[in-house]
């Protein structure tokens, strides 16, 4: 098992080695181990995993999320599966409180419209306005401000409640009151672009929130004596803690010390933006020009850092090449952060979920991909 798995941790995240699924209108019927039945399709090396669950995606093939239209979302949700990711939030930075309520009903027409095979839009992640000047990243800081009820308000009923999670600063004025009203609502309240202090973090927890946004990034460093946010992350079980492994955001090194800390409390967010899955060149985020270099992460002009080049599938592979176990793996990349959307039907492979699968060759590279139970993309019978 990984670094950071327990006896427990073994008993929930299992593998079954040969073994194989019975699908049925979209929905897995029956798991079972062993050699495949006569006329069943044999997948002859990798593995079969769930479908990876993203949420956090900026956007990906040329395509900005915060500037996308409905049927731009639907393109995306369509490309996706090469990627692995068959669930996603579309995320939206910092902008004006009525371009965000307006794109929210732009996420929930796209979410109407799904379709199998495209990728499931499961709502919306608003990451800002309610963030902080010293921890801005590539967001505007001259748009932040506190999140007030009628600001919240706005949001949570913006696109008929499409608002599945939203980022804050847990220092801001107003925000322990935010998170409680959105969780009560049943938005996930995630911590991020943030200089709490360790007691701050854990008001917030305390108060709802349940997710650590893109740890380390955009947030005060641990220090031995000024935890902050990232002990907290690293240290409270109520807390799932968000991971960038493109190896650019965070040293594998730190991923290693991520996993052997949180163990199955990490989520693996690609923080993708449209320069993902393209090549070098010139890309929108959220109204600015982002630059990507071969080899690198896309950067804002003054060189920052503004999202990932790095799809969840690739961020996956990444995992597998650090040595950690595959059901690991996919705890980190589709069963938690389904659970952490209430999505028991998603992100496991076991009688009752949806049939979304992804084929992996012995890399870790996706070969296939299925939603409900329809192939998506790939040659399973190559």
């Not at 090396?45 to 956090?56: A, I, K, N």
């Not at 796209?110 to 839009?121: D, L, N, V």
């Not at 600063?169 to 409680?180: F, V």
Request: some cysteine.
């Amino acid at each position: 098992m990984a670094p950071g798995s327990s006896a427990a941790e073994r008993a929930r995240l299992s593998v079954v080695e040969p073994g194989g699924v019975t699908v049925e209108r979209g929905v897995v019927v029956d798991t079972w181990g062993g050699p495949p039945p006569p006329g069943a399709l044999r997948l002859r090396e990798g593995m079969l995993v769930p479908g990876l669950v993203d949420l956090q995606l900026n956007g990906a093939y040329g395509i900005d999320c915060a500037e996308a239209g409905s049927r731009d979302l639907a393109d995306l949700a369509a490309r996706l599966p090469r990627a692995g990711v068959t669930s996603f939030l579309p995320t939206a930075v910092t902008a004006p409180m009525g371009a965000l309520t307006d794109w929210l009903g732009t996420v929930a027409a796209a979410q109407r419209a799904w379709r199998p095979p495209a990728a499931r839009i499961l709502g919306a992640h608003v990451e800002g306005p309610f963030l902080v000047p010293a921890r801005a990243g590539a967001h505007d800081p001259g748009l932040f401000c506190d999140p007030t009820r009628d600001r919240i308000r706005a949001l949570y009923e913006a696109g008929g409640g499409a608002l599945a999670v939203l980022t804050l600063a847990p220092e801001r004025a107003g925000a322990l009151q935010a998170i409680e009203a959105l969780a009560a609502r049943g938005v996930v309240v995630a911590l991020g672009h943030s200089d709490a202090t360790a007691a701050q973090a854990t008001a917030a927890t305390a108060a709802g929130a349940r997710l650590v946004t893109h740890l380390f990034n955009a947030s005060s460093p641990l220090g031995h004596r000024a935890p902050g946010l990232p002990g907290v992350a690293l240290t409270d079980p109520r807390l799932s803690v968000g991971l960038i492994a493109d190896f650019v955001h965070v040293d594998p090194l730190v991923v290693r010390l991520v996993l052997a800390a949180a163990g199955e409390r990490v989520v693996l967010t690609s923080d993708a933006m449209a320069a993902a899955g393209m090549g070098p060149g010139a890309y929108r985020l959220a109204g600015r020009t982002v630059y990507l270099e071969a080899g690198d992460a896309p950067r804002g002009a003054d060189g920052g850092l503004a999202g990932s080049a790095t799809l969840a599938g690739q961020a996956f592979a990444n995992l597998l090449a650090l040595g950690v176990e595959p059901a690991l793996a996919c705890n980190a990349a589709a069963q938690r952060p389904a659970a952490l959307l209430r999505r028991q039907d998603l992100g496991r492979i076991r009688p009752g979920a949806a049939a979304d699968l992804v084929w992996l060759d012995g890399t870790g590279a996706v070969r296939a991909t299925w939603v409900a139970g329809q192939l998506a993309w790939g040659d399973p019978g190559a």
